[in-house]
C-alpha cells in the first residue's frame, strides 16, 4: 500500500522556521522525483519545489526561492522541505507527492506528473 505521510506542520509567527518531512511507504523511492507543493483558503494549489532521486538538482516556485529548501534521505525514504523566514503568504496545506521518473533527473512542476500524493500538512504563519 503507498503511503506518503508529511509531518511538521504547525502554527508560527512570521520569520520562524519549520521543516517538514515526508515518510513514503509501499514503492520504491528511488525510482522517484519528490515534489511539495501547497494550497492556500481559496486558491488553487500550487507548485513548491521539487527534487529527483540523486538530488543533484533541485527546482523552486519564484516566491519561496532562497527562503525554502527541499532534500531527501533515500535511506529514509523521506522527504523533507526546511522552511525559514516564514512569511503569512506561506500559509497553506502543504502535500508532497511523488512522479516516477526511473531514476531520470527529470523534474516536473506540474502536479498531472505526479502519481501519488500524501493527505498534507497545516503551516500557519501569525504576523
Known amino acids: 500500500q503507498v503511503q506518503l505521510v508529511e509531518s511538521g506542520g504547525g502554527l508560527v509567527q512570521a520569520g520562524a522556521s519549520l521543516r517538514l518531512s515526508c515518510a513514503a511507504s509501499g514503492f520504491t523511492f528511488d525510482n522517484y522525483a519528490m515534489g511539495w507543493f501547497r494550497q492556500a483558503p481559496g486558491k488553487e494549489r500550487e507548485f513548491v519545489s521539487a527534487?529527483?532521486?540523486?538530488?543533484?538538482?533541485?527546482v523552486y516556485a519564484d516566491p519561496v526561492k532562497g527562503r525554502f529548501t527541499i532534500s531527501r534521505d533515500n535511506a529514509k525514504n523521506t522527504a523533507y522541505l526546511q522552511m525559514n523566514s516564514l512569511k503569512p503568504e506561506d500559509t497553506a496545506l502543504y502535500y508532497c507527492?511523488?512522479?516516477?521518473?526511473?531514476?531520470?533527473?527529470?523534474?516536473?512542476?506540474?502536479?498531472?506528473?505526479?502519481?501519488?500524493w500524501g493527505q498534507g500538512t497545516q503551516v500557519t504563519v501569525s504576523s
Open positions: 527534487i529527483p532521486w540523486t538530488s543533484t538538482n533541485t
Open positions: 507527492a511523488a512522479m516516477a521518473t526511473a531514476r531520470t533527473l527529470g523534474l516536473s512542476k506540474s502536479e498531472k506528473s505526479y502519481t501519488y
